[in-house]
Structures are given as C-alpha cells and as structure tokens.
C-alpha cells in the first residue's frame, strides 16, 4: 500500500458525522422501480448532510423479495436498509426481524404518516417500516383512444366496461393494445393482479376454515374473463409482463389502458419519458357488475432495518432523511411535484402544490378505498388486499401464481390451472397446520 492509499484509509476509518459518531457506509437492498431509482440519485444531499456514503443493491422486484427473505431469514447481515412492504413488515416485526421506527425524531413526524400506510407497516403499534411511497392501483388510460372509440371512462368503471373499451381501443396494425395488465409469476407481480381481480368478482382465497376457494366459480369467471380479455385486446406475451415491461409499452404510446400501481401516473406523465404525457386520465379501478369490491391492492415500498445490523443509528438517520418531508421537498425542487414520492404523508395532500397535481387526488382515493380488514365479499379469517397476511402466502402464492401465467401463455387452460392451485394451496396450508 502507498503512503497516499494508507493516508486515505487512515482517514476514512476516522471519519465522523457532524454529530461526532462515526461515518457509516450503508448497504441498501431496493426496488429497480423510477422512484428508488431518483433516490439515488439524490443521496449526495444525505451524505452531505451526515457523512455516511451509500451502497446501492438494485433488483428486480422478485428477485428482490426473494433476496432480502433468504437474507433476515438467515440473519446473513448483507444488508443495513432493505426495501420492503406491507406483506412482510408485520410478520418480521413479530418475529423479532426488525428494529422499531417509535424512535424517530420529532422533526421527522411519523404522525404525518397516512393512517392505511402506518398500520400496514405496523404490529401490534410499533412501526416497523417507514413508507417511502404509498400506493394503491387505478386506471391509467389514453384520452385520445377512448374518445376516438366513442366511449367515455366513468369515474368508477366496472370490468365489463373495460373489456368492451378495451376490444374498441384496440388497433393491431399500429401496434396499439387495448389493455395491458401483468401477467409475470409473483406473488407480488402477476399474482398480486390476479388476487384483486379475484376480489372484484367476489372470490377469495380461503374461506373461514382456511380451506383453499379456486375450486368455486367466482375465481373460474374471474380468470376466464381475464384470460379472454387479455386474449382478445392485451399484447402479445403478457404472460411476462410486470409492473415495468407495462410502463415501458404505456409510455411507448402501445397501450389504451394499464391498471396498475398509482405511482405509476408521474411515469406516464412525465414528457421526458412519455410519448403519450399529455393524453392520459385517470379512474378508480373496476369492479365486476353487482360485486361491491373494487380492483385495487393497498401497498407501500418501505426502508427498515434488519436486527442485528452493526449500523443502526446511521440507518435511521438514511430513513428519516428519505421518507422525510424535507425529502419530498428536494424532489420537487429539482423534478417537479407531479414526482415527488405519493402515498405515504398526509400533508403531501394537503399542500396546494400537489393538489394541482392531476392524478394526486386520484390516488388518494384509490388508496382510501382500499380495505385490508375486509378485501372481499364473502368472510375470510385474513386480512391484506392482494396477500393473505401469513408467512405461507409468499410461496403458495408464487406457485400459483405459475399456474396462472402458465394460461396466459397457452400452455394450459384455466380449469387445469385452478385444480392445481387448490390442490397445491391446501397441501401448503394442512402441511402448516391451519387444516
């Protein structure tokens, strides 16, 4: 080592923060998603601030899940900051997984979290996760194609509606797709979609005895009609289509209509990415006709702590400094306030900055309708929109969810898929003990 490289590493192992501790590098696991990505490109602002610096673990969002779960399952250590959500909070919080957020400080003002993101993050009141964006899902459509489909989107549509303005929005010669919607494997992905269409036609996952529900014909009329709908207007290969191959063809000027995470509206609208930014609006997701449940999901992407991390107070400060006020702040200043982080503070929808944003009050009200104490028409012993708040959903649900982008890519049909999703399901369920 040369006398420069021993100098630096001298200094860097004493280097301290303004407030005298020691300067921390921070390993972060997180989404490949717009917003997480913005954020770091923001994060000179943080280390500017308290000296600690950032290392950046981006993935995908299945491999993401998967990583991060293998890892605090472990207790691997790999990581001080992983980005999680409503699923998993709870259930890590209970297992002793995760540090308590009760903490923070004053001027960070967690009470300013919305009611719906602070107890999804939340077990037995104990904050566990901070929210870096709130969501739920809603339409997105193009305002052009419907009026030249002569049709018009009601506020609050039903799915029946949407099949029909999705056959007439429908233009293959010029690439154009009535509808896109996921179909990926993933409890998450695709499967998060199919759950709340499920809901929608008044399906659910298990009754009140925990007893698998896809042999009942809500959940074949609920697939079906997807399938078709999909077939008949949906692009080509949806069965690998997520959240950001979606967004991709939306901004691409390729599809009439995605239902998907209303976060998504800044992406959409945004001219520098967007081929379509000022030809969209907006709608509340469908329901079927006569099923008073709606299509939507309730999710946050949220920064916690793993227990046992070496670095625990520089953590904290990094969550406090990203899902701050201040932070949304910096955002607007330098992308504007259609990009700041939705979803997760009440003041957000109480400032007149983005009251003028056009879909804040949209997404609002899509998250305000969502119901995780009640997601479907019939009782169910669980809660959770598009999950079943249990330690078994993730990987009966990632099955599953297989089973279903099997149909979608032709390799099966849809009374074949759901026979192996109830037995599958029940086996998993009466092999965990709930049968």
């Known amino acids: 080592m040369s006398f420069n490289q021993a100098l630096y590493a001298a200094t860097a192992m004493t280097l301290v923060t303004a407030s005298g501790a020691l300067a921390e590098n921070l390993v972060i696991a997180t989404v490949n998603n717009g917003d997480m990505i913005r954020m770091q490109g923001l994060t000179q602002d943080f280390t500017d601030k308290t000296g600690h610096t950032v290392e950046w ?15 605090i399952a472990a207790k691997g250590g790999s990581f001080d900051i992983m980005t999680i959500g409503m699923y998993e ?23 300013d979290i919305l009611p719906a993101m602070r107890a999804g993050l939340s077990h037995d009141g104990t904050l566990y996760a901070a929210p870096f964006y709130g969501e739920s899902s809603m339409i997105m459509y193009r305002t052009d ?40 494997a993933g409890w998450g992905e695709g499967g998060a979609f199919i759950t709340v269409t499920g809901n929608s036609f008044g399906a659910r996952w298990f009754d009140e005895d ?31 289509n997520g959240f950001n191959e979606n967004l991709n063809l939306f901004q691409q000027g390729k599809c009439g209509m995605w239902i998907d995470a209303t976060v998504a509206a800044s992406f959409v609208t945004n001219p520098d990415d967007s081929t379509v930014a000022d030809k969209v609006g907006f709608a509340l997701a469908p329901n079927s006709e006569g099923v008073d449940r709606k299509a939507n999901w309730l999710w946050a992407w949220a920064l916690a702590v793993p227990a046992g991390t070496q670095k625990e107070a520089a953590a904290k400060e990094f969550i406090e400094w990203a899902t701050s006020k201040d932070y949304i702040e910096l955002v607007a200043e330098n992308e504007g306030w259609a990009n700041v982080p939705p979803g997760a503070r009440t003041s957000l929808y109480e400032n007149p900055n983005y009251q003028a944003v056009p879909f804040a009050q949209k997404t609002l009200d899509s998250i305000l309708a969502a119901d995780p104490t009640n997601p479907t028409v019939k009782p169910v012993p669980y809660v959770g929109v598009q999950f079943v708040a249990i330690p ?25 898929a759901l026979a192996k999703a109830q037995a599958l399901t029940n086996d998993a369920m009466e092999a965990a003990g709930y049968r």
């Open 89 to 111: 909070t709870p259930i890590w919080g209970a297992n002793g997984w995760l540090v308590s957020l009760d903490d923070l400080s004053a001027e960070y003002d967690a009470d």
């Open 57 to 71: 673990v981006t993935l995908e969002e299945n491999v993401l899940r998967q990583r991060v779960t293998t890892d």
């Open 145 to 184: 194609l419907i009026e030249q489909a002569g049709l018009e989107m009601p506020d609050a549509p039903t799915w029946q509606f949407i099949r029909e303005a999705a056959a007439a929005m429908t233009d293959r010669d010029n690439d154009i797709n009535g509808i896109c919607l996921r179909g990926k």
């Open 210 to 240: 925990w007893n698998a529900q896809f042999d009942q014909p809500e959940w074949k009329e609920a697939l079906t009609f997807f399938v078709d709908m999909m077939e008949e207007s949906g692009p080509t290969g949806y069965a690998t």
């Open 392 to 416: 078994e959903f993730a990987g009966i649900a990632t099955e599953v969810s297989q089973e279903f982008s099997a149909v979608y890519a032709g390799q099966q049909t849809v009374d074949e």
